[in-house]
């Protein structure tokens, strides 16, 4: 396992993402989307996750919303979840904070999708990835890059080739589900839990605002690096 080059720090914005080993899905259906939604909750707090009374595959998706985390490890402001690998955009909130979260995540999950699927052996392809904030430039284009991954799902070529059509693009964002998409167009839902919203930089001050950064990187034809 490569180790990972790069030190987090308090009150910094970190991009990341992993993706399941040799590429394959790490979500089959939509049950395993809500759960990792679930769990993105339920990790977040300095409290050790139990495993057999929280994270039992029967567990009703709104009841794991309903457990009390005390202080949080770190603070959500974006999040997306593909087929095959995930996207969140995090705050280090404690020391440390990053490591043991995404740490209690990617185990909880694992856990989870391996019993449901009857395998073993590792999920994901090797410890999570992640890229420093640096700029506010950065770091507002990652409220675009990273909601705007499921435009893929029914336009795989538009970063290449141009949207084909618009308004069904930003139809279909609205209605993706396992995004922070919705919350951010002000959506009222349980999954807005995940979110701190007050720690989230001040690039928007309207669902509007917001709306018209995320269209207009969607005319964008290459992804910036």
């Known amino acids: 396992m490569s180790s990972r080059k790069i030190s987090f720090s308090v009150g910094e914005y970190y991009h990341i993402y992993n993706r399941g080993t040799e590429k394959r899905a790490i979500f089959i259906d939509g049950h395993d989307h809500r759960r990792f939604v679930a769990l993105l909750y339920v990790c977040n707090s300095v409290k050790p996750v139990d495993m057999n009374t929280h994270l039992q595959e029967g567990r009703a998706f ?41 740490g ?68 279909f964002l609205k209605d993706y589900e396992y ?21 989230s930089p001040e690039y928007f001050e309207t669902v509007k605002e917001f709306d018209d950064f995320v269209n207009d990187w969607l005319t964008f034809r290459e992804e910036k690096t």
Not at 150 to 167: A, C, F, L, Q, T
Request: glycine share 6%; aromatic share 14%.
């Open 62 to 102: 709104l009841e794991l919303f309903g457990i009390e985390r005390e202080e949080t490890l770190v603070d959500i402001v974006v999040y997306c979840l593909m087929q095959n690998h995930f996207h969140i955009l995090i705050r280090e909130k404690t020391e440390g904070g990053i490591t043991k979260f995404m």
């Open 104 to 171: 209690k995540l990617s185990t909880a999950y694992s856990m989870y999708f391996n019993n449901k699927n009857a395998r073993t052996g590792s999920l994901f392809e090797g410890r999570f990835k992640a890229k420093y904030a640096n700029t506010d430039e950065y770091l507002k284009y990652l409220f675009a890059y990273i909601h705007l991954n499921p435009v893929k799902i029914i336009d795989p070529k538009w970063k290449e080739n141009g949207i084909h059509d618009r308004v069904a693009a930003q139809n």
């Open 179 to 199: 995004s922070s998409y919705p919350d951010w167009q002000g959506e009222p839902r349980t999954e807005s839990k995940v979110l701190s919203s007050d720690a």
